[in-house]
């Protein structure tokens, strides 16, 4: 067993600690170990575990083979990968393949920023500080809302978080039920009630009608007590809400809004801090979209801004602008009293994992792009999938959506969508996400997207592709 | 050396107590407890109406360098908190039996105050202290 500690904190070992400032990290020698086990009294490892019953314990894992060496599993590695599919991407529902500049990972894997978890003396990394500073700025401007922090876990775990500040703010109306949309991202609302349900945090629907929040709905809540309205941007099946009715709404009766958002749409959409009278509260979201690639699934990265007003409920670190004792700027930590190393158990939040090298990889990717270049991005992705939408509709039996939407919409199909999906994939087509599971009062529906990666030849293939599977004509 | 003025009562969670003509109780951090703290920066102070017990975790008093909690020195409900603390929480450092107060509590049981230490106790907890 390899013990990997920082030498310095081992005070058994004083015969170490002249070098222990030189060489700060090595794993413990045998020697060492010994040392340390005969100055507790004890003869080996294994008998610090002798409190775990013997019928608990294995003493082998048989169904795991022995280890390869470095070319064995260099060589299984490159044959396992070879078998990975290169689809056409119209899947979205959450994670976008966007176009990532090659410079952006190139300068993010670089050693100053590869390692870039914020270290225990935070002021020493003025260059991760200073990264993460220009970060929040860009959030903050981009939601139109006064704070970021220094990121969250993913998209929706901020949502959750977000949900939490606004329970906090608003603890004086005793309120711990929040209102969400019924069209807001499925998996979200799973991963927040997880994190909500033991706080006695419940999560109301709103009732939607043609893809959207129904506001005929709203009158039957009056008189409910409710902390905060979560409103998607877009929602889940691409189309707009709302936000000015709802925002006002809200605000009338004491609630906070919460904006879920795309950051890619905010490039061209109302931001949150221009919503209704009053503006939203709180925006949270996705980075991924922000240059991080799709990798299964993650790592990704979660934003989260807020009015200045709630900045003491809000978790996470954040990193402020000062002066040194000789009046030149720097960065550094500031409000650390809601986190955990200060408030403990009372902290604004336990688990608020910061994704610094996805959050150095979106800072890059928006400083590359510019405010300019990130809305030609989304205005490419909103017209590629209007042309992918009028495209797809045109065959028999396939119907697009009524209202705006903006990278992702809804198509209706004549016949069950996961088989569908089957045979596209089978043609080299990732066709979109399958609705019916999650909402079944859609029929057979398909939520697709195009990003501006997706060419009009991309567009047609799946066209050509998608009448074969109907069996309908390839009319154009 | 801190100010024990001799007309509260006091804790050894280091708040004081004052009661007041009106049968109210107004609470607060010592001198002691400012100093300890350093410069606030926010101060977090409950809703009125709300009920407390002894040792309830009622208000947070944050510093550059902690935040820590206030306890309910007596059981009551919150009448009012000091409005003022919102935008200059530095009133507690400045004026800590004065402007620098909390909470204004309606007392359950008003004999509670006689539990509490006065003046010489409270200097006497200090001096062990340091």
């Known amino acids: 067993m390899v013990c990997w500690t920082p030498l310095r904190t081992a005070t058994c070992l004083p015969q170490k600690t002249e070098t222990a400032a030189a060489v700060p990290f090595i794993p413990h020698t045998s020697d060492e170990i010994a040392a340390m086990l005969d100055a507790i009294g004890v003869s080996d490892i294994d008998q610090l575990f002798d409190e775990i019953p013997a019928s608990l314990t294995i003493s082998g894992l048989p169904d795991v083979p022995a280890g390869l060496s470095e070319a064995g599993i260099t060589r299984l590695m490159k044959e396992r990968a070879g078998r990975n599919a290169t689809s056409v991407c119209f899947l979205g529902a959450g994670a976008y393949e ?19 978890y914020t270290p225990y003396q935070a002021e020493a990394s003025q260059g991760t500080l200073q990264l993460i500073y220009e970060y929040q700025s860009m959030l903050a401007g981009l939601t139109g809302l006064d704070v970021s922090n220094a990121s969250l876990y993913d998209g929706a775990t901020a949502f959750a978080e977000s949900c939490l500040m606004a329970v906090r703010a608003t603890r004086q109306t005793g309120s711990r039920r929040i209102l969400v949309p019924r069209y807001l991202n499925p998996v979200w609302k799973k991963v927040a009630r997880a994190m909500l349900t033991g706080q006695n945090i419940e999560l109301v629907e709103l009732a ?21 309205i979560c409103i998607p941007w877009p929602n889940f099946l691409g189309g707009l809400e709302p936000v000015d009715e709802l925002t006002d709404w809200a605000h009338e009766r004491g609630m906070l809004v919460i904006a879920v958002c795309n950051p890619t749409a905010l490039a061209l959409l109302k ?63 500031t409000l650390q009293a809601r986190e955990q190393h200060i408030r403990r158990s009372k902290a604004t939040s336990n688990i608020c994992t910061n994704q610094g090298l996805m959050v150095t990889a979106a800072t890059i990717y928006l400083s ?10 989304a205005a490419r992705c909103h017209a590629n999938t209007r042309d992918l939408i009028a495209s797809l509709s045109s065959l028999d039996g396939v119907t697009g959506p009524t209202g705006a939407c903006f990278h992702e919409a809804v198509l209706s199909l004549p016949k069950a969508v996961a088989p569908v999906l089957d045979q596209l994939a089978a043609a080299g087509i990732l066709g979109g996400f399958d609705l019916s599971a999650d909402f079944p009062e859609l029929g057979h529906a398909l939520l697709v997207c195009a990003t501006e990666l997706r060419s009009a030849v991309d567009i047609e293939h799946y066209r050509q592709a998608l009448a074969d599977v109907l069996g309908v004509p390839v009319a154009a | 050396m801190s100010d024990v003025p001799g007309n509260l009562r006091f804790t050894i969670e280091h708040e004081w107590v004052r009661r007041e003509p009106d049968g109210t109780a107004v609470v607060g951090i010592t001198d002691h407890a400012q100093q300890q703290l350093g410069e606030l920066v926010y101060v977090e102070l409950p809703e009125a109406g709300r009920v407390l017990a002894v040792g309830d975790a009622m208000a947070v008093v ?69």
Not at chain 1, 210 to 227: I, K, P, Q, T, V
Not at chain 2, 91 to 98: E, Q
Not at chain 2, 103 to 116: E, M, P
Request: with cysteine; net charge negative.
């Open chain 1, 368 to 377: 590359l792009l510019g405010s300019e270049g990130l809305r030609r991005v």
């Open chain 1, 98 to 116: 966007h176009h990532i500049p090659a410079a952006v990972w190139e300068i993010a894997t670089r050693g100053e920023f590869y390692s870039a």
């Open chain 1, 271 to 333: 931001a949150p801090g221009e919503w209704g009278g009053k503006s939203a509260d709180i925006a949270c979201g996705e980075g991924q979209p922000l240059g991080i690639p799709l990798s299964s699934g993650g790592p990704y990265f979660g934003f989260l801004t807020c009015k200045q007003a709630l900045v003491r409920q809000m978790p996470g670190r954040i990193v402020g602008g000062t002066l040194d004792v000789e009046g030149r700027p720097g960065f550094t930590l």
């Open chain 2, 62 to 130: 944050e510093s550059t360098k902690a935040a820590s909690d206030v306890y309910a020195p007596l059981d009551g409900t919150v009448r009012e908190v000091n409005p003022a603390l919102t935008a200059r929480p530095e009133l507690v450092n400045t004026d800590a039996y004065g402007d620098g107060w909390l909470v204004r509590l309606q007392l359950t049981d008003a004999s509670q105050l006689d539990g509490l230490l006065d003046a010489a106790a409270y200097s006497d907890l200090l001096a062990a202290e340091d």
């Open chain 1, 208 to 228: 939607a009608v043609e893809g959207r929040s129904d506001l005929s709905a709203l009158a039957a809540l009056d008189g409910e007590n409710f902390a905060a």
